[in-house]
Structures are given as structure tokens and as C-alpha cells.
């Protein structure tokens, strides 16, 4: 069974559908058109978005870069490291005194 995409058509939503949600359904089954949670409208998104940021503006990791900011990825607890931008390479490491 594929996995669709939703999200709300007039943001924010509620803490299900605000930054989208997924939901496995059979290819002949009708698309939802309301948030289970919240009964908010709601389409279908086609393609798994790589980074949302902000409200609803979708960037490819490899343009995150390109618009100023810049992506972590968490590696341990309280840890992350750079995947691409500008910041500094890691934070919060097991050597950082809080
Ligand atoms: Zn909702």
C-alpha cells in the first residue's frame, strides 16, 4: 500500500496535520480531504518533500545551502552534526558543559 502525503490547505493546522502528515491507503481508495485529528481541509501533497521550512516553503537538501541555512542531523543525545550550510560542524557533543 503506498503512503500519501497530506497537508492543511490553510496552515497552521493542528499538531497532526501542521507540518503534514502520512497516511497508507490503497490506490483506489479516495483521497482525505479533512484532518482526522482536527477536521481542518486538507490535500494530498505529491512527493515526499525533503526539509519544510517555514510555512510551507520546500527546499531540496541541496539547496538549503544555497538560501542561508543550514541542516543538522542528531547523532547522540543532544548531539548534532552539519550536513550542509554554513554553522558551525557540530553542537552539543559530549564534550559541551551546558
Ligand atoms: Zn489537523
Redesign the pocket.
Known amino acids: 500500500m503506498p503512503t500519501y502525503e497530506y497537508a492543511?490547505v490553510e496552515p497552521p493546522?493542528?499538531?497532526?496535520?501542521?507540518y503534514g502528515?502520512e497516511r497508507m491507503q490503497h490506490l483506489d481508495e479516495a483521497p482525505l480531504t479533512?484532518?482526522?485529528?482536527?477536521?481542518?481541509a486538507?490535500r494530498r501533497v505529491i512527493g515526499a518533500p525533503a526539509v519544510i521550512v517555514g510555512q510551507g516553503h520546500v527546499l531540496k537538501e541541496g539547496n538549503i545551502a544555497r538560501h542561508g541555512f543550514s541542516q543538522y542531523r542528531r547523532v547522540g543525545k543532544g548531539h548534532y552534526e552539519k550536513t550542509t550550510g554554513d554553522g558551525p560542524d557540530s553542537f552539543g557533543g559530549p564534550d559541551t558543559q551546558d
Do not use: D, K, N, R
Open positions: 492543511p493546522g493542528c499538531a497532526l496535520c501542521c502528515f479533512q484532518c482526522p485529528a482536527c477536521g481542518l486538507v
